[in-house]
């Protein structure tokens, strides 16, 4: 059997490692030569996967991801309300597009809340809740009501 120095020498530049499977001994590589590879590499934990593994998933600049990693990976940054998710490649510049494909149906709502409310902050001018115990504020929907009523609060002022 060759080793991956061997391969290296015969100049296909792909990575091999070796994986144990039920006694049996299979290379793993990323690369798609000739014939198919065993196994892929997530790019976030650098776990070797099975390809015909249906938790594979590949974003749009063709980085691989399992989907435990990538799943956690934009439930994070959904919890830091970023509206857009960079490819966790450290050099990669690709947008990850947020659908179900990389996000659970439950994590798509709150993407989705996260995705209106910074529109909607972007977009319009915010009035701030004038009390002081509150943290609410409403968007300013430019019909001329001059009493406004706090969404979170539900106290009512002049505007």
Known sequence: MASPNDVKKKGIDYSCSFVETNGRIDCCNSKYKKGEPSCVFCTICNEPKPVNNDTIKQGPCRHIYCEECIVNYVRERIKETLTQVKCPVSDCKEQILINEYFVPPEFMNQWMDTVREAEALFSCDIIECP????????????????IRTCPKCLDKFLW
């Open 131 to 146: 009390y002081m115990d509150c943290e609410g504020y409403l968007i300013d929907d430019k019909r001329g009501f001059s």
